[in-house]
């Protein structure tokens, strides 16, 4: 069992920066990757980036290559999305979640635990 809490949501400018924080309990957290997802009003679910359980790969959307980095600390059982150079269009609820396998996909089905989210605006 995995529980996941995100935060470091808000509101910023564009082109500005923010940095979401995931934390997660559970003695198994290095063995799962982890997964940031986004939903803006009306929209589905989007896969934004995920990380490997040792850190060492990460992939991510069109929409979040160049801007957005995502890492993590195994010992503090937290996982991080830096996201600069933030667009009106980056506007949503992100979401951490949490896949056990070592061949993590960008299907929110895949993953078996989530985060509540956490708000992110960007104004013009």
């Known amino acids: 069992q995995v529980q996941l809490v995100e935060s470091g949501g808000g509101s910023v400018q564009a082109g500005g920066s923010l940095r979401l924080s995931c934390a997660a309990s559970?003695?198994?957290?290095?063995?799962?990757?982890m997964g940031w997802f986004r939903q803006a009003p009306g929209k589905e679910r989007e896969f934004v980036g995920v990380?490997?359980?040792?850190?060492?790969?990460?992939y991510y959307a069109d929409s979040a290559k160049g801007r957005f980095t995502i890492s993590r600390d195994n010992a503090k059982n937290t996982v991080y999305l830096q996201m600069n150079s933030l667009k009106p269009e980056d506007t949503a609820v992100y979401y951490c979640?949490?896949?056990?396998?070592?061949?993590?996909?960008?299907?929110?089905?895949?993953?078996?635990?989530w985060g509540q989210g956490t708000q992110v605006t960007v104004s013009p």
């Open positions: 979640a949490a896949d056990n396998t070592a061949r993590p996909t960008g299907r929110a089905n895949d993953y078996d635990y």
């Open positions: 559970g003695r198994t957290f290095s063995s799962y990757a």
């Open positions: 990380i490997k359980w040792n850190g060492g790969t990460t």
